[in-house]
């Protein structure tokens, strides 16, 4: 039974000469599957509209070969060949009454065209914003002209495809129409440059075109930077950002609302509270009749009705809320808030779009398992067995696995070693910036409350004997993982020498509340890459200490590029006065001396160290599952049917990876997994 408190939340709102049935807005983003996995990426959004989001969008989708953002997948609409594909996923969208959206693109100098080998187009004459060394061309006016055209038949292909939103497209600081409008990518001289309306004048023109061509049917939306968080340099809500909105006031059906660039708009949790963007578009609907759509990672119906009573915003927009959750609006109409799996606000998910793979999910690890595996974000088939299963691990594959488990139907016990649950989960929520990532466990943990089939017993460390006496015909290990000690990693490949020459320190000694101590510094050797060396940074700064990275990589936390956060990570660690030491190894170690080798030349530098602290690789925690597989011949006697590890106790990896391990675990119960078959569905090229 919904809150009347929500009832706002579904009311419809016209857009245009189409009308959403509530305000739920799945805002376009990437999914790692555009052009190349189409019937992956049309279920993925069908899914969300069954899920009850009103309006459901594409990722970008590129309208010309001049826009080619290979060899990352998009959506493409370069020509009628491309139809059939974006009108399965709006038919995918249609099947649930709700209305499927086009984000149409050209990228000009951001688009690097490595596929179709097009010279690059922009406003004016300049580099990509990449590493290529190639330059962009300074537009003529017949380039202009062939924009708005292509622009204008990607609009009539959209409508041709049954899409109902057609977006003309300027945030990010990577589409051609936003770089018209900047003043660092437009120098030109002509009437498209110059004054803001000069500069503004190209998307007025694609707009007022789209309107033309498809205002009939189709709303036509515009999805617009107003703050690019650069001060006077760039747009600003105060300034140029406010005259856009008002010279285009009623020209759009319906305005979407950003700042820019996507590492500005999708901040992660670590840097950035639900809600964040409310101070710089808060001006908008003051300016225009039509309706508003924000976004701000927002999981809380309140905020949700908040933002709406107070004129915020029309329809909450959403990404990586939808990406958690599909099924978000659905649960707030039928009363179920706790079910509600809320957005940890990681990134892992645009992960996806820079390393060219189908997007993924830390809550949901449903999300981009769709058309491949046939799952479902809300269903789970009941098991034909009824054999008891023990889990060993309370961690994010344990939780997983035991809910899952447990939703299908099967009596499952949970034992965990320690006094609470989660794993390493709650350890690093601990840690600065991610306290959101304690959703993780909290989710698992209700729903595991409302299942009277599944057991939890903590401060359960099992033996081999006890898993053999227990009585489960089916055993899953799922006993986590530990920081090695020895420096192994990425970069170093045998164990440090001089690991014993002075206090030596891993995050698990961090996390389990052992600070280092004494006098000269800590000094962290960061060789995993990812978010752990930059916390373990932060933490022994915030405990009064100086702190040193060494790290074998050209940035601290390489990897964390993937989810727009490297940039803010580095600044910060400077700004907090921690020194950098990059493209290095550690060598060897004696007193209170640790030499480091560049990566390069082999150079050795000797460095002041009191304290080292190891952030390199991880083992498995095995010792169990050894002891027990030990006892093979036993098992028959036992019951036990079979054994297996999952999530890091089988090999290291994200929490994502953790919860999807668990979750692959549970969907394979009962099912003869074939070792020389692909375990999915694959989308295969057919030829001509």
Not at 28 to 42: K, L, V
Not at 126 to 153: C, F, G, S, Y
Not at 651 to 680: K, L, M, Q, W
């Amino acid at each position: 039974m919904r809150d009347p408190r929500y009832d706002i939340l579904f009311e419809p709102v016209q857009i245009g000469p189409v009308t959403a049935r509530n305000r739920f807005y799945q805002v376009p983003h990437c999914c790692g599957m555009g052009h190349r996995y189409p019937d992956s990426m049309a279920e993925m959004r069908g899914i969300k509209a069954e899920g009850g989001w009103a309006v459901v969008c594409t990722e970008e989708v590129e309208i010309h070969h001049t826009s080619d953002l290979g060899p990352y997948i998009e959506g493409r609409l370069w020509s009628d060949q491309d139809i059939p594909i974006m009108a399965k996923m709006a038919d995918k969208v249609h099947e649930h009454g709700s209305l499927a959206g086009m984000e149409l693109v050209h990228n000009g100098h951001h688009s690097y065209n490595r596929y179709s080998r097009a010279v690059p187009l922009s406003p004016s004459d300049i580099t990509l914003d990449n590493e290529d060394p190639v330059h962009a061309r300074a537009m003529d006016k017949q380039d202009i002209a062939d924009l708005r055209r292509w622009h204008r038949n990607a609009a009539l292909r959209s409508r041709e495809a049954g899409f109902d939103i057609v977006y003309v497209y300027a945030a990010h600081d990577m589409t051609i129409l936003q770089h018209f409008i900047s003043r660092r990518h437009n120098t030109r001289t002509d009437e498209y440059g110059g004054s803001l309306e000069n500069r503004v004048r190209l998307f007025r023109e694609v707009l007022e075109d789209t309107k033309e061509a498809v205002g009939d049917r189709c709303a036509v939306a515009v999805r617009l930077a107003v703050d690019e968080l650069l001060g006077p340099d760039g747009i600003e809500a105060s300034g140029e950002g406010h005259d856009i909105v008002a010279m285009l006031a009623d020209i759009p059906d319906l305005w979407d609302v950003n700042i820019s660039g996507w590492d500005n708009d999708s901040q992660t949790a670590r840097f950035a509270e639900e809600g964040y963007q409310e101070p710089y578009i808060k001006f908008v609907k003051s300016l225009t009749s039509k309706p508003v759509v924000g976004v701000g990672r927002y999981t809380s119906p309140d905020a949700m009705v908040r933002v709406v009573k107070q004129g915020v915003m029309d329809m909450i927009g959403a990404a990586r809320p939808s990406i958690a959750d599909p099924f978000l609006p659905k649960k707030i109409e039928e009363g179920r808030i706790d079910d509600i799996r809320e957005c940890i606000g990681c990134n892992i998910c645009v992960s996806g779009d820079f390393t060219m793979a189908p997007i993924r999910c830390t809550q949901n690890p449903t999300m981009g398992e769709e058309w491949r595996s046939g799952w479902h974000p809300e269903i789970i088939p009941p098991a034909q067995s009824e054999a008891p299963v023990l889990v060993v691990g309370g961690g994010p594959a344990g939780l997983e696995a035991a809910r899952a488990l447990g939703a299908r139907g099967l009596d499952v016990a949970l034992a965990e070693r320690s006094e609470d649950w989660g794993g390493r989960v709650p350890k690093e929520a601990a840690l600065p910036g991610l306290a959101t990532w304690k959703r993780v466990t909290d989710w698992r943990m209700g729903q595991l409350h409302k299942l009277p089939n599944v057991g939890l017993y903590l401060a359960s460390d099992m033996t081999a004997d006890e898993v053999l006496a227990f009585g489960a015909s089916q055993v899953v290990l799922a006993t986590g993982s530990r920081w090695r000690r020895d420096g192994v990693g990425k970069s170093m490949h045998h164990a440090f020498d001089g690991g014993d020459a002075g206090p030596l320190m891993t995050p698990d000694d961090i996390m389990a509340g052992r600070m280092p101590s004494g006098d000269g510094p800590v000094v962290i050797y960061d060789d995993d890459g990812y978010y752990m060396g930059g916390v373990m940074a932060e933490a022994c700064v915030a405990a009064g200490l100086k702190v040193v990275i060494v790290t074998p990589t050209s940035v601290v936390s390489p990897w964390t590029a993937y989810t727009l956060e490297q940039p803010r990570i580095q600044a910060k660690l400077i700004e907090m006065g921690v020194t950098i030491h990059a493209n290095k190894v550690v060598s060897t170690r004696s007193g209170g001396e640790l030499r480091i080798a560049c990566t390069f030349t082999g150079r050795i530098e000797t460095i002041a160290c009191n304290t080292l602290v190891m952030v390199a690789a991880r083992l498995p925690n095995r010792e169990l599952y050894d002891a027990v597989m030990a006892r093979v011949p036993e098992f028959e006697a036992a019951g036990i049917e079979s054994v297996q590890r999952i999530g890091d106790c089988l090999a290291p990896a994200t929490i994502a990876a953790a919860v999807h391990s668990g979750h692959r675990c549970a969907r394979d119960f009962g099912r003869n997994v074939d070792r020389d078959e692909v375990p999915f569905r694959r989308e295969t090229i057919m030829l001509e």
